[in-house]
């Protein structure tokens, strides 16, 4: 697992040691420079200073000595006769030319600065050598305390993380005591700003996952109750049955167990198409659907229903359209609004379906001659449960909250309308073609 002190520590420590590199060597070799410049100095100055002596009798008296230090002094005359040397180990031959120089001279490096000082001229000569080994100990000492700084910045560094990534710390802490059942938001008050990003969109998933649970709590409630009347009128049914002597009775009671069953088994079916719904997630459009094939398929799935109470099941003109979606799902919403139309609608009634296309929307249109829905309640029938107080016919109050779902997961809009003046009901929904 990566950590992310490792890589703090790890980059700020290499990055500031390669800049501290170039700046210890940038350094070293501007202090050698100075220390080169300051030997050249040097030699001039010796040179001038020479040239106010009475050159002549320093040449006369001072004869070919072995003289002390790191410097070579050597008079001649005009014609490159030698007068004086100071030391006789490292003479070297006549400057022809005035000024710095630098001489390779049996196999060592020497730098010399001539001038010409009347009929005579001045040599200053100092070892190449001795030179380097002076200005590289000089400039060392100045690239002593990059050396120094760099465990002390270390440190600096090691703490300074640690102070920074603490508030990572106190928040996991804090999230590893909150109870299993709090969701609330993580105050970001004390939070650094480069974290709060994070936090609210932890803080938006809290909210998220808060309100799916609080949803799932409400939806078991909700099928436990709804649940709970089907079951105990089948479990009555099934005692009265059970009771009957009369085969004539007993028939009767079983057909009534019988629709009980089928009540409760739609009720668990819808119940279950939700919670699949729920907990899909909501992804791109899986596929094509051919939307005028799915509603005659649906059609005729419904028509022995509608020819045995006499109603009248059919699909207008429609126009071809292919939509983007999940065909399961799309079929579900199909069958869901077809379903719907067929319960509330009074026997000899007339449920028509079709599919169009206007522009680069397909609608699908449900219409009934049922008693409608009254403008009111328009809204809160896509609720779950939700049955209007003059509803009589059998059902579960799911069916239009299901379609809404598969609705919303298309990005497709519901509008419900009269399918006649005062009368029926009109349900399009509405969604791009592929």
Request: proline content about 5%.
């Amino acid at each position: 697992m990566t950590s992310i002190r490792q890589r703090l520590l790890v980059g700020l420590v290499v990055g500031l040691s390669v800049v501290l590199g170039i700046a210890g060597y940038a350094t070293y070799h501007q202090a050698r420079a100075e220390v080169d410049a300051l030997f050249d100095y040097q030699l001039r100055q010796t040179a001038l200073a020479l040239r106010r002596q009475n050159l002549l009798a320093l040449a006369i008296s001072g004869e070919a000595g072995e003289g002390e230090g790191d410097l070579l002094v050597q008079i001649w005359d005009r014609g490159g006769g030698l007068l004086y040397v100071s030391r006789q180990a490292w003479e070297l031959p006549f400057a022809t030319e005035p000024g710095f120089a630098d001489l390779l001279w049996r196999n060592e490096r020497w730098r010399l600065f001539a001038l010409y000082a009347g009929n005579r001229v001045v040599q200053v000569a100092q070892p190449t050598r001795l030179r380097l080994r002076m200005s590289a100990d000089i400039a060392l000492r100045n690239v002593a305390p990059f050396l120094l700084l760099l465990p002390g910045m270390a440190l600096v560094i090691w703490f300074g993380v640690g102070a920074g990534l603490r508030p990572l710390h106190r928040l996991a802490a804090d999230l590893r005591q909150r109870r299993p059942e709090a969701l609330e938001p993580v105050a970001v008050e004390r939070l650094p700003a480069e974290i709060t990003p994070l936090i609210d969109a932890l803080n938006g998933l809290l909210t998220r996952l808060a309100d799916t649970l609080a949803a799932q709590r409400q939806f078991i409630a909700d099928a436990a109750h709804e649940l709970r009347t089907p079951l105990t009128a089948v479990r009555l049914q099934a005692e009265m049955a059970q009771r009957a002597t009369d085969v004539t009775e007993q028939a009767g009671m079983l057909n009534e167990l019988r629709a009980g069953l089928l009540r409760a088994s739609h009720l668990v079916e819808q119940l279950l198409a939700m919670a699949r719904l729920d907990a899909a997630p909501v992804t791109d459009l899986v596929g094509t659907v051919d939307f005028l094939d799915s509603a005659k398929r649906v059609v005729a799935e419904f028509a022995p229903i509608a020819d045995h109470r006499r109603l009248d099941l059919g699909l207008l003109p429609s126009a071809v359209v292919t939509v983007a979606g999940d065909p399961d799902e799309l079929r579900t919403l199909l069958s869901n609004l077809v379903e719907n139309a067929l319960r509330y609608t009074p026997d000899g009634g007339r449920v028509d379906v079709q599919v169009q296309r206007d522009g680069d929307a397909a609608i699908l249109t449900v219409s009934d001659t049922g008693p409608g829905i009254p403008e009111a309640e328009r809204v809160r029938v896509f609720d779950r449960f939700y049955r209007g107080a003059q509803v009589t016919a059998p059902g579960s109050g799911l069916g239009l909250a299901i379609v809404q779902r598969i609705a919303h997961r298309h990005r497709a809009s519901i509008r419900l309308e009269d399918a006649e003046p005062g009368r029926g009901l009109r349900v399009m929904v509405r969604w791009p073609v592929v």
